[in-house]
């Protein structure tokens, strides 16, 4: 009797045993594919040229069509650029956020539609490029340019080929004293930018401080930005 009082109790012991077993492995294959999950959505996220933080999450969700046109004109090595060009236009805000109309002639903000706005900055972007490549200047002119137009370009290759804001300062007041009614800062002379009111002469600087916040997936992206 005694030995078959025993029986039951040993029993319930490996049951105990058998249910941590199976506690302990469920457990570990369910922190398996969390840990999983995370890599996986990490992974997601890098995909993307820009990774979406504080600083430039609206302009981040336009990464991925930014790339799209950029790859059209083979250009896509320039996706930050790009991207660090809407930060500095809109911030990634609003119905134009590469601030395109106005390369069309139109007045500002007549573009209404994001897609059309990058497809439009996009397009102007490759010819500065083509321009500025084959004026010989150098890549922060080309930065310029997007804010100054294409004759910057023109500017800098007589004069060096190498942007500056001193030469910035000077385009602009050759373009001021053309039409002193339309560029006078709003007659703030509190602005920072008067009187040289046309245009922004610290355009390719900020644009530079903004490739430098952005995270990349591959730091070669970057490679472009060294001449800054």
């Not at 509190?190 to 490739?211: E, L, M």
């Amino acid at each position: 009797m005694k030995y078959n009082a025993k029986k039951p109790k040993k029993k319930k012991q490996v049951q105990r045993n058998f249910n941590l077993a199976i506690l302990l492995f469920t457990a570990f294959v369910g922190f398996f594919l969390f840990d999983r999950f995370l890599d996986l959505y990490h992974q997601s996220l890098k995909k993307i040229n820009v990774g979406v933080n504080n600083s430039i999450g609206e302009v981040a969700k336009y990464t991925p069509m930014i790339e799209e046109e950029l790859q059209k004109v083979g250009l896509d090595e320039h996706t930050v650029t790009v991207a660090a060009l809407m930060m500095q236009e809109s911030k990634g805000k609003g119905g134009d956020p590469m601030q395109a109309s106005e390369s069309l002639g139109l007045t500002p903000n007549t573009i209404q539609d994001p897609k059309q706005s990058i497809q439009q900055g996009v397009k102007y972007f490759h010819r500065a490029v083509n321009y500025g490549t084959q004026r010989q200047v150098d890549f922060p002119t080309i930065i310029q340019s997007y804010n100054m137009g294409i004759g910057y370009i023109d500017f800098v290759a007589k004069n060096g080929g190498k942007h500056s804001e001193e030469l910035a300062k000077k385009f602009s007041m050759i373009q001021v004293e053309k039409n002193p009614q339309t560029y006078n800062c709003g007659g703030d002379k509190n602005n920072f930018r008067y009187p040289y009111c046309y245009g922004d002469f610290s355009y390719s600087t900020k644009v530079a401080k903004h490739i430098e916040t952005i995270t990349v997936s591959n730091p070669e992206d970057l490679s472009e930005t060294q001449s800054f």
